[in-house]
């Protein structure tokens, strides 16, 4: 396009049955009703236009307005963000093996499979997350020497009611409460987050009832120990 030898700017806008063109140097607006630039897009900006609202009202309708005109503001051109309904969520089961994956690596991704946040549809007050399956939760590993040095502690609300334990006694004797806790503490503390929670189902061995979903493996491989 030529844009002569000031600052030109345009906009070409067209829908079936509507052709516009403005053409113009800056503040000295004009339209001329002509055909589509080939190549164009339905809304295409050229050097120094700042913002430009594009608004349909129908299928034969299209208005544009831009700063500074008597009709500048967006108050009659909503701007529509696409928000999930829960009717619209499509839930995948997902298999993932523990197997010599970092507990804490292993949780991040699984919160976030849970929450949905690997979807471009994920939404923060919708649960548009997907079932997870972790087996062998009892061949986790923790980095370091945490697996000695950190503790968990509980208390029963009593005096010297506290007591401890350390994350290789619970891998021990509980390895599906290990995994399972380290992820409940990666999603909301609300209704919500308990209702991404129950989506999730660990075992501590490598065979698992949910079979007939036809759960798709996922390999996590960066959540592996380096040597």
């Known amino acids: 396009m030529e844009f002569g030898s000031g600052p030109v700017e345009s906009i070409y806008l067209y829908e079936p049955g509507i052709v516009g063109h403005r053409k113009r140097p800056y503040g000295q607006p004009s339209v001329v009703a002509g055909d589509p630039p080939t190549g164009s897009s339905n809304l295409l900006f050229a050097a120094g236009w700042q913002r430009a609202v594009t608004c349909h009202s129908g299928p034969d309708a299209a208005s544009f307005r831009v700063p500074g005109s008597p009709n500048g503001s967006n108050k009659d051109c909503p701007v ?33 499979i849970l929450r949905g946040k690997h979807k471009p549809t994920y939404a923060p007050h919708i649960d548009t997350g997907d079932h997870v399956v972790i087996i062998n939760a009892d061949k986790v590993v923790l980095t370091s020497d945490k697996a000695e040095k950190k503790k968990l502690f509980r208390h029963s609300g009593f005096p010297g009611g506290i007591k401890e334990q350390t994350y290789a006694d619970l891998l021990d004797r509980k390895p599906a409460e290990a995994v399972r806790g380290t992820i409940r503490g990666m999603v909301p503390k609300t209704r919500l987050g308990a209702a991404q929670l129950r989506k999730l189902k660990v075992y501590a061995g490598p065979t698992h009832p949910h079979a007939a979903q036809q759960p798709q493996t996922l390999e996590l491989a960066h959540a592996r120990r380096s040597a």
């Not at 197997?99 to 804490?104: H, N, Q, S």
Request: glycine share 6%.
């Open 80 to 112: 529509t963000t696409y928000s999930p309904k829960a009717s619209e969520i499509e839930r995948a089961w997902v298999l993932i093996d523990a197997e010599g994956l970092v507990l804490g690596r292993l949780a991040t991704e699984v919160a976030n």
